[in-house]
């Protein structure tokens, strides 16, 4: 069993930064692929990045590639998205998840485990 909690999100502007944070309890942490999504209103759920286990592997959406960082610290259990020039579209909630896969996952279906969310909102 995985919980995860998030924090970070907030209120900024147009071509600002902020950096979200997911601490996981469970000591198999290490073991999960990590992963971010978001949900904007009425929208559905869509895949924003993924870490590997090892944090060697990651992969991106193509909306936020260049833009935003995902990165591991599994001493710490936590996962963290650095987001920077941020533009109004990426106002949404942000979900971490945990997934018991060996590849890196980018449907909802993948991952077995979900936080509650942080509200990121960009005002332009």
């Known amino acids: 069993q995985v919980q995860l909690v998030e924090s970070g999100g907030g209120l900024v502007q147009a071509g600002g930064s902020l950096r979200l944070s997911c601490a996981a309890s469970?000591?198999?942490?290490?073991?999960?692929?990590m992963g971010w999504f978001r949900q904007a209103p009425a929208k559905e759920r869509e895949f924003v990045a993924t870490?590997?286990?090892?944090?060697?592997?990651?992969y991106y959406a193509d909306s936020v590639k260049g833009r935003f960082t995902i990165s591991r610290d599994n001493a710490k259990n936590a996962v963290y998205l650095q987001m920077n020039s941020l533009r109004p579209e990426d106002t949404a909630v942000y979900y971490c998840?945990?997934?018991?896969?060996?590849?890196?996952?980018?449907?909802?279906?993948?991952?077995?485990?979900w936080g509650q969310g942080t509200q990121v909102t960009v005002s332009s």
């Open positions: 870490i590997r286990w090892s944090g060697g592997s990651t």
């Open positions: 998840a945990a997934g018991r896969i060996r590849y890196s996952g980018t449907y909802y279906q993948d991952y077995d485990y």
């Open positions: 469970g000591r198999t942490f290490s073991s999960y692929t």
